[in-house]
């Protein structure tokens, strides 16, 4: 999967990026009105195969690098993980709590269902409390879930879009299975599927091989009725090609994220009324994108209510998009300080000060303060360590960088980029021994 969207209100979608840029986007501009990263919260290399969208407004992301789902709040703060930390020894790890491959996110009231790509798997869909606490798998069919890679909630009933086994599985609410969709010879791989809003759904499905056509996206009844293709196939405007997901607003009308050039990053967007018709190309590709995004910074560095949100968003844009010149990184300094006066508990300020003083301004020492301050702030212990290692090693302490490093691989619950972490400790000891 390339990312994800999901529908934030009635005129509003969210686009996650694959690598873990969250934008909020206005569908009547259309524009940029929001957006935040993973990084520096959680770690710097992501993989987003899904997005959806709690009812309390938190932001869901399914991140396969890692094997787990990420809870945030709109602001950035991540709020709770959900699923454990795999094991790279084990080519597959089917366990409850573990989530192998996770690749379709669908929050149900206080709950979130998880469902996961591999094969044979007795723990491919999994529930979970909002809070990253497992509560329960969905009974696996015979011979377990053959690549689970869609979820809807469908006129009562809960969904599963099962690739490799050519089917739509049907749960009742409390997780018995209840039957299966029929689907139409053509619709013989369904592996995105979401709720139409008028008892049916929205059907994607996977090509045969990877060098295969793309596909457009079918719109299917209760009972699996299929009329044909609602978006047809193509890279031309109001066709898809290659759809990876598919978001549908309360009014019906929905949205498309396809790969018209093959891979990311050129992501098209494209909103549909509800019987296919095309309403607007929101984004075409990345220059698009980054046009909406200036478009954001702009009226975002205009602002003068120097609100905390306001003052380390502004700290952002310095920071991140502002071409990284001496007084850029020196504004952003600034904002990230004023953003900690006003609040010094502050959490991404904390970790943006502490990252631009090492990455941007060359300042381990000072980095490493912001750092330990940001472990007060309740970052997580082990990641923060192995930041603070990284900072005596560019500082030159060798000796100080392999202590810490190995507190942070040794820090309960693991950092979660742990074994990248084991293999940065032996750098460290190589470079020591010469």
Same mark, same amino acid.
């Given at each position: 999967?390339?990312?994800?969207?999901?529908?934030?209100?009635?005129?509003?979608?969210?686009?996650? =990026?694959?690598?873990?840029?969250? !934008?909020?986007?206005?569908?009547?501009? $259309?524009?940029?009105? #929001?957006?935040?990263?993973?990084?520096?919260?959680?770690?710097?290399?992501?993989?987003?195969?899904?997005?959806?969208?709690?009812?309390?407004?938190?932001?869901?992301?399914?991140? *396969?690098?890692?094997?787990?789902?990420?809870?945030?709040?709109?602001?950035?703060?991540?709020?709770?993980?959900?699923?454990? !930390?795999?094991?790279?020894?084990?080519?597959?790890?089917?366990?409850?709590?573990?989530?192998?491959?996770?690749?379709?996110?669908?929050?149900?009231?206080?709950?979130?269902?998880?469902?996961?790509?591999? +094969?044979?798997?007795?723990?491919?869909?999994?529930?979970?409390?909002?809070?990253?606490?497992?509560?329960?798998?969905?009974?696996?069919?015979?011979?377990?879930?053959?690549?689970?890679?869609? !979820?809807?909630?469908?006129?009562?009933?809960?969904?599963?879009?099962?690739?490799?086994?050519? =089917?739509?599985?049907?749960?009742?609410?409390?997780?018995?299975?209840?039957?299966?969709? $029929?689907?139409?010879?053509?619709?013989?791989?369904?592996?995105?599927?979401?709720?139409?809003?008028?008892?049916?759904?929205?059907?994607?499905?996977? $090509?045969? #091989?990877?060098?295969?056509?793309?596909?457009?996206?079918?719109?299917?009844?209760?009972? @699996?009725?299929?009329? @044909?293709?609602?978006?047809?196939?193509?890279?031309?405007?109001?066709?898809?090609?290659?759809?990876?997901?598919?978001?549908?607003?309360?009014?019906?009308?929905?949205?498309?994220?396809?790969? $018209?050039?093959?891979?990311?990053?050129?992501?098209?967007?494209?909103?549909?009324?509800?019987?296919?018709?095309?309403?607007?190309?929101?984004?075409?590709? =990345?220059?698009?994108?980054?046009?909406?995004?200036?478009?954001?910074?702009?009226? !975002?560095?205009?602002?003068?209510?120097?609100?905390?949100?306001?003052?380390?968003?502004? *700290?952002?844009?310095?920071?991140?998009?502002?071409?990284?010149?001496?007084?850029?990184?020196?504004?952003?300094?600034?904002?990230?300080?004023?953003?900690?006066?006003?609040?010094?508990?502050?959490?991404?300020?904390?970790?943006?000060?502490?990252?631009?003083?090492?990455? @941007?301004?060359?300042?381990?020492?000072?980095?490493?303060?912001?750092?330990?301050?940001?472990?007060?702030?309740?970052?997580?212990?082990?990641?923060?360590?192995?930041? +603070? *290692?990284?900072?005596?090693?560019?500082? @030159?302490?060798?000796?100080?960088?392999?202590?810490?490093?190995?507190?942070?691989?040794?820090?309960?619950?693991?950092?979660?980029?742990?074994?990248?972490?084991?293999?940065?400790?032996?750098?460290?000891?190589?470079?020591?021994?010469?």
């Amino acid at each position: 999967m390339f990312g994800g969207i999901a529908a934030s209100g009635a005129d509003s979608i969210v686009y996650a =990026t694959f690598d873990g840029t969250v !934008l909020f986007l206005d569908l009547d501009g $259309p524009r940029v009105t #929001g957006q935040f990263s993973v990084y520096p919260s959680g770690p710097a290399r992501v993989h987003v195969s899904a997005c959806a969208v709690a009812t309390t407004g938190d932001i869901l992301l399914a991140d *396969a690098r890692h094997h787990r789902v990420r809870r945030f709040a709109r602001d950035g703060r991540q709020r709770a993980l959900l699923g454990g !930390l795999h094991n790279p020894g084990i080519p597959q790890q089917d366990m409850a709590g573990v989530l192998d491959e996770p690749c379709a996110v669908l929050p149900l009231g206080a709950e979130v269902l998880v469902a996961c790509g591999g +094969v044979g798997e007795e723990h491919g869909v999994q529930v979970f409390g909002m809070d990253g606490a497992y509560r329960r798998s969905l009974p696996p069919p015979a011979g377990g879930w053959k690549r689970a890679q869609g !979820l809807a909630e469908v006129d009562g009933s809960i969904w599963v879009a099962e690739t490799d086994a050519g =089917t739509i599985r049907v749960h009742a609410p409390d997780g018995t299975a209840t039957g299966r969709v $029929p689907l139409h010879p053509e619709l013989r791989r369904p592996f995105r599927v979401k709720a139409d809003g008028y008892g049916g759904a929205f059907l994607l499905v996977a $090509p045969e #091989g990877e060098d295969e056509g793309a596909f457009g996206v079918a719109r299917i009844a209760r009972d @699996g009725t299929f009329d @044909g293709w609602t978006v047809p196939a193509g890279e031309e405007s109001g066709q898809a090609a290659s759809p990876f997901d598919v978001a549908v607003l309360p009014d019906g009308r929905f949205v498309v994220a396809d790969l $018209p050039f093959g891979r990311p990053p050129e992501v098209r967007l494209q909103l549909f009324t509800s019987d296919g018709r095309l309403v607007a190309t929101l984004l075409g590709d =990345t220059a698009d994108l980054v046009v909406a995004q200036r478009a954001w910074f702009e009226s !975002l560095l205009a602002r003068r209510d120097r609100g905390v949100g306001t003052l380390y968003e502004q *700290a952002r844009v310095h920071h991140y998009y502002g071409g990284a010149t001496a007084e850029r990184l020196e504004k952003a300094r600034d904002f990230y300080r004023a953003a900690l006066g006003a609040e010094p508990r502050h959490l991404l300020a904390r970790l943006g000060l502490a990252t631009l003083l090492h990455r @941007g301004l060359n300042d381990p020492k000072a980095a490493e303060a912001e750092y330990r301050a940001a472990m007060e702030a309740g970052g997580a212990k082990g990641d923060l360590l192995a930041r +603070v *290692a990284e900072c005596r090693h560019d500082g @030159g302490d060798l000796d100080g960088a392999i202590g810490l490093l190995q507190q942070a691989v040794e820090t309960s619950p693991a950092p979660e980029e742990y074994f990248d972490l084991v293999e940065e400790l032996g750098d460290y000891y190589l470079e020591r021994d010469g």
